[in-house]
């Protein structure tokens, strides 16, 4: 770079001045595009973010004046049960959520992907619950799953199954909200399938056909390797949005019954909004962040070396 | 981490770079002052019109002083908005702030002084408000603000559930016994009816329930001087035995924190609530005829008080004094009258209670009468400390594994007990 411009001057050539050269670039009307974006994403997610590291530093319970303790927020939590318990919680959902809706996401758009009589009714139907409020199913899962007085057990009385208690037993609440996220999710996880089924070229289909391979082997062989990079990202994707479960556990169990689906955000949320304990808080999601960014890592890492990118 | 932490900060950021907002137009004396008030009153509410209709009453009787009420949202996150707008350096004048936050409250230097200005006015009368409410409001000695609503839990039962079990109503002598008796007799699976319902969400709706039930027992939440537990003791295990043996009998419907309870009473498949006048004017709005009764006693019938404030924030002398002087009037016995008339809320204080008019109010809301009598059931407050939310979680989980047969109650308490006084011990 400086040897490029002592060239330059050594030649004698003059440099337009710096106003010229940026009205007259061919960038700036790109710049001026993004500028408004930028702003926003700045004033609303970067510099909140550094003010949460920063907090995380501090005893602050966003009233009285804070001072910093360095690390005692990071040195508590580690010895912390209960956010060890939150990170249990969390891990198991996790496991739980990523590959239930995922599998159950890719057989169903295997299903949906073909051409009967009302298949945009049953595209429609699965997409639903995805763009209806957390709040309203949540609030509908609470009385479909009431043990006395919900349908789901009016069922299993039905069929001469054992009544459950569902979300007031703290041994089955984890796992009603993985049914129930699951539920909400699918939908998104079954267009983004859709649209790579579609996607895969009708060519390799016919060839494999011709080649005598079972519907099986075509999916096995054909199908599949083409959904990889769809999968990838709905792995990467579907973990980011586990990992930060909350809005479900806030309006059905309150991280309840005794504390059994307290998960890392809701805890999070009750030691900043409810204990006052805001540094505490920040702390909390700066771990998380970094957890989320590591599983990401090595997700994308793994997936560069399995998926099959058609070029 | 993603929405409610990063929407509060990016929220504190906004409002400390707006700035502005209202302002007196000058400090001295006699100048006009414009101040804002917080509420959370959603519309269409008694509640809403009450508090236009009064500002404006205000405004015009006092023509130096502008208050404007200013809906904040729901009161459940209206620490969170004034959090940030303390944050922003412009906080409202006034605000609406439960109870349960006063002692985190205190911990601002941003409050403006009503422990002086109280103290040099005699016409206040600051020993008349209920004393549930002075303990509520008062953090070692400051006045975080002024009494702005109590209620209490009491028994409210169907009348009709009673009568076909063959029941007579609930009396003011009624012991647990009684209680226990009737809800057994009210329970039905068959029918999916309840005697009594229990909201078992663990937060402080599960806790405060127990609270009352310890203090009847005759035992404390706290040792005096809040640095030792003392719950656990023989009137905790009356409390939390008498609770799980009703829970043993399915006696109880135990609600996961949606409300559910309310729609349940209202068609008839529970028999008995303890809850409060919030709950009445949807009670009465269904088909049941119901009765209220005080709670029955242990040792005594005590209730549970949880009184709301309206906190004064400082933002200059000017303000504060025209902050100070519309809460006066806000509070004093006539015009808190006339809101007990709008809005069916129980009195504040005494004096209240002892103006002519209040035969009034007692005949429009004939349901309150039991809750204006059972304040003076309404004995103790919560600890007011820091650590109360901490505190509050962990009894929250231990009448949780008690209601659902998890533990028994000498173990909740054991293990609550230990939880509580390393809470306690650590330093704030």
Same mark, same amino acid.
């Given at each position: 770079?400086?040897?490029?411009?002592?060239?330059?001057?050594?030649?004698?050539?003059?440099?337009?001045?710096?106003?010229?050269?940026?009205? $007259?670039?061919?960038?700036?009307?790109?710049?001026?595009?993004?500028?408004?974006?930028?702003?926003?994403?700045?004033?609303?997610?970067?510099?909140?973010?550094?003010?949460?590291?920063?907090?995380?530093?501090?005893?602050?319970?966003?009233?009285?004046?804070?001072?910093?303790?360095?690390?005692? %927020?990071?040195?508590?939590?580690?010895?912390?049960?209960?956010?060890?318990?939150?990170?249990?919680?969390?891990?198991?959902?996790?496991?739980?959520?990523?590959?239930?809706?995922?599998?159950?996401?890719?057989?169903?758009?295997?299903?949906?992907?073909?051409?009967?009589?009302?298949?945009?009714?049953?595209?429609?139907?699965?997409?639903?619950?995805?763009?209806?409020?957390?709040?309203?199913?949540?609030?509908?899962?609470?009385?479909?799953?009431?043990?006395?007085?919900?349908?789901?057990?009016?069922?299993?009385?039905?069929? $001469?199954?054992?009544?459950?208690?569902?979300?007031?037993?703290?041994?089955?609440?984890?796992?009603?909200?993985?049914?129930?996220?699951?539920?909400?999710?699918?939908?998104?996880?079954?267009?983004?399938?859709?649209?790579?089924?579609? $996607?895969?070229?009708?060519?390799?289909?016919?060839?494999?056909?011709?080649?005598?391979?079972?519907?099986?082997?075509?999916?096995?062989?054909?199908?599949?390797?083409?959904?990889?990079?769809?999968?990838?990202?709905?792995?990467?994707?579907?973990?980011? %949005?586990?990992?930060?479960?909350?809005?479900?556990?806030?309006?059905?169990?309150?991280?309840?019954?005794?504390?059994?689906?307290?998960?890392?955000?809701?805890?999070?949320?009750?030691?900043?909004?409810?204990?006052?304990?805001?540094?505490?808080?920040?702390?909390?999601?700066?771990?998380?962040?970094?957890?989320?960014?590591?599983?990401?890592?090595?997700?994308?890492?793994?997936?560069?070396?399995?998926?099959?990118?058609?070029? | 981490?993603?929405?409610?932490?990063?929407?509060?900060?990016?929220?504190? !950021?906004? !409002?400390?770079?707006?700035?502005?907002?209202?302002?007196?137009?000058?400090?001295?004396?006699?100048?006009?002052?414009?101040?804002?008030?917080?509420?959370?009153?959603?519309?269409?509410?008694?509640?809403?019109?009450?508090?236009?209709?009064?500002?404006?009453?205000?405004?015009? &009787?006092?023509?130096?002083?502008?208050?404007?009420?200013?809906?904040?949202?729901?009161?459940?996150?209206?620490?969170?908005?004034?959090?940030?707008?303390?944050?922003?350096?412009?906080?409202?004048?006034?605000?609406?702030?439960?109870?349960?936050?006063?002692?985190?409250?205190?911990?601002?230097?941003?409050?403006?002084?009503?422990?002086?200005?109280?103290?040099?006015?005699?016409?206040?009368?600051?020993?008349?408000?209920?004393?549930?409410?002075?303990?509520?409001?008062?953090?070692?000695?400051?006045?975080?603000?002024?009494?702005?609503?109590?209620?209490?839990?009491?028994?409210?039962?169907?009348?009709?559930?009673?009568?076909?079990?063959?029941?007579?109503?609930?009396?003011?002598?009624?012991?647990?016994?009684?209680?226990?008796?009737?809800?057994?007799?009210?329970?039905?699976?068959?029918?999916?009816?309840?005697?009594?319902?229990?909201?078992?969400?663990?937060?402080?709706?599960?806790?405060?329930?127990?609270?009352?039930?310890?203090?009847?027992?005759?035992?404390?939440?706290?040792?005096?001087?809040?640095?030792?537990?003392?719950?656990?003791?023989?009137?905790?295990?009356?409390?939390? &035995?008498?609770?799980?043996?009703?829970?043993?009998?399915?006696?109880?419907?135990?609600?996961?924190?949606?409300?559910?309870?309310?729609?349940?009473?209202?068609?008839?498949?529970?028999?008995?609530?303890?809850?409060?006048?919030?709950?009445?004017?949807?009670?009465?709005?269904?088909?049941?005829?119901?009765?209220?009764?005080?709670?029955?006693?242990?040792?005594?019938?005590?209730?549970?008080?949880?009184?709301?404030?309206?906190?004064?924030?400082?933002?200059?002398?000017?303000?504060?004094?025209?902050?100070?002087?519309?809460?006066?009037?806000?509070?004093?016995?006539?015009?808190?009258?006339?809101?007990?008339?709008? &809005?069916?809320?129980?009195?504040?204080?005494?004096?209240?209670?002892?103006?002519?008019?209040?035969?009034?109010?007692?005949?429009?809301?004939?349901?309150?009468?039991?809750?204006?009598?059972n304040l003076n059931n309404a004995l103790q407050a919560r600890p007011v400390l820091a650590t109360y939310p901490k505190i509050s979680q962990v009894i929250g989980q231990a009448v949780q594994s008690v209601l659902l047969l998890k533990s028994s109650p000498q173990q909740a308490l054991s293990s609550a007990d230990q939880q509580v006084n390393s809470i306690l011990a650590a330093p704030s």
């Open positions: 770079m400086t040897a490029l411009a002592e060239d330059t001057r050594a030649v004698g050539l003059e440099r337009p001045p710096l106003w010229r050269r940026v009205l $007259g670039s061919d960038q700036l009307a790109g710049w001026a595009f993004v500028t408004p974006a930028v702003i926003l994403i700045a004033v609303f997610a970067v510099i909140p973010i550094g003010w949460a590291a920063l907090l995380s530093f501090q005893a602050n319970n966003l009233l009285a004046p804070a001072h910093y303790i360095g690390f005692a %927020n990071y040195q508590a939590l580690a010895k912390d049960p209960a956010f060890r318990s939150a990170v249990v919680h969390t891990v198991i959902y996790t496991a739980l959520f990523v590959p239930i809706s995922i599998g159950g996401a890719l057989g169903l758009a295997v299903a949906l992907n073909r051409k009967i009589r009302g298949i945009r009714f049953y595209r429609l139907a699965v997409f639903v619950p995805v763009v209806t409020s957390t709040v309203a199913t949540g609030i509908i899962f609470l009385w479909l799953l009431d043990p006395t007085f919900g349908i789901v057990n009016y069922f299993l009385h039905a069929v $001469g199954l054992p009544q459950q208690k569902f979300l007031q037993d703290p041994n089955q609440a984890l796992y009603c909200i993985v049914g129930v996220t699951v539920w909400e999710w699918l939908g998104f996880d079954v267009i983004i399938y859709l649209a790579a089924l579609q $996607g895969i070229p009708q060519d390799l289909m016919e060839a494999a056909e011709i080649d005598g391979a079972s519907r099986w082997s075509t999916f096995r062989s054909v199908v599949l390797p083409l959904l990889g990079p769809a999968t990838l990202f709905l792995v990467v994707w579907s973990t980011i %949005n586990a990992l930060q479960l909350f809005d479900e556990v806030y309006v059905m169990t309150r991280g309840g019954p005794i504390g059994s689906t307290t998960a890392i955000v809701f805890y999070l949320y009750q030691q900043a909004f409810s204990n006052f304990s805001a540094g505490y808080g920040a702390a909390i999601a700066v771990v998380l962040f970094l957890a989320i960014l590591v599983v990401t890592l090595v997700q994308l890492w793994i997936g560069r070396r399995r998926v099959y990118y058609a070029s | 981490m993603k929405r409610y932490f990063v929407v509060v900060i990016a929220a504190v !950021l906004a !409002l400390s770079a707006c700035g502005g907002g209202s302002s007196s137009s000058g400090s001295g004396s006699g100048k006009h002052v414009n101040i804002v008030l917080w509420h959370g009153f959603t519309s269409p509410g008694a509640e809403l019109d009450a508090i236009k209709a009064m500002t404006a009453e205000f405004n015009r &009787t006092h023509p130096t002083i502008t208050v404007t009420p200013q809906f904040a949202g729901n009161s459940d996150y209206a620490l969170q908005k004034v959090l940030a707008a303390i944050a922003g350096g412009n906080p409202p004048d006034i605000a609406y702030l439960y109870g349960s936050w006063s002692a985190n409250i205190a911990t601002t230097p941003a409050l403006a002084p009503l422990n002086s200005f109280i103290a040099h006015d005699s016409s206040f009368n600051w020993n008349d408000f209920w004393p549930v409410e002075r303990g509520v409001a008062t953090v070692k000695g400051q006045i975080v603000g002024v009494p702005a609503l109590v209620d209490n839990l009491a028994l409210v039962y169907n009348k009709q559930l009673f009568a076909q079990a063959g029941l007579a109503p609930p009396t003011a002598n009624w012991t647990w016994t009684d209680f226990a008796n009737a809800a057994q007799k009210l329970t039905n699976p068959a029918k999916k009816q309840f005697g009594w319902a229990y909201v078992n969400d663990g937060s402080e709706d599960t806790v405060w329930r127990f609270w009352a039930m310890l203090w009847e027992a005759g035992g404390s939440i706290l040792e005096s001087g809040s640095k030792q537990a003392a719950f656990n003791s023989p009137a905790g295990v009356n409390a939390l &035995t008498f609770l799980q043996n009703l829970a043993r009998k399915q006696s109880i419907y135990l609600d996961t924190g949606s409300g559910n309870y309310l729609g349940l009473f209202n068609s008839g498949h529970i028999g008995m609530l303890w809850t409060g006048p919030w709950d009445l004017a949807q009670i009465a709005s269904g088909h049941v005829s119901f009765g209220v009764q005080i709670l029955p006693a242990d040792l005594n019938h005590q209730t549970i008080a949880g009184p709301d404030n309206w906190v004064a924030f400082n933002n200059g002398s000017a303000r504060s004094h025209a902050a100070y002087e519309f809460l006066k009037w806000f509070t004093s016995p006539a015009v808190n009258l006339e809101w007990c008339l709008r &809005t069916g809320d129980l009195p504040i204080r005494a004096a209240t209670t002892k103006l002519p008019g209040f035969k009034q109010y007692l005949a429009k809301y004939p349901g309150d009468r039991v809750w204006v009598q």
